[in-house]
């Protein structure tokens, strides 16, 4: 059987699961006669404003560029 992505609003789940999985995409398998739901990560979102309020910027970034092809 293949894997189905479905929003876990889709799915007609109790209140105390659906509410975990809100807003999620989740992976529904068969594996030997159980049905398993995994949620499914997205690794952008998950880093989205990992760095917000740091010490970093783009200005910095291209600053620090420009540094290095002048001293290459």
């Known amino acids: 059987m293949g894997?189905?992505?479905l929003k876990a609003e889709q799915l007609n789940?109790?209140?105390?699961i659906a509410k975990k999985l809100k807003g999620r995409k989740v992976e529904?398998?068969?594996e030997g006669g159980?049905?398993?739901?995994?949620?499914?990560d997205n690794p952008v979102q998950?880093?989205?404003g990992m760095f917000k309020g740091g010490n970093f910027s783009t200005?910095?970034?291209m600053e620090q560029k420009r540094l290095d092809k002048e001293l290459s």
Request: charged fraction near 35%.
């Open 28 to 30: 529904i398998s068969d």
């Open 34 to 40: 159980r049905i398993v739901i995994t949620p499914i």
């Open 3 to 5: 894997i189905i992505v």
């Open 13 to 16: 789940l109790p209140e105390e």
């Open 46 to 48: 998950r880093t989205r």
């Open 59 to 61: 200005e910095k970034l």
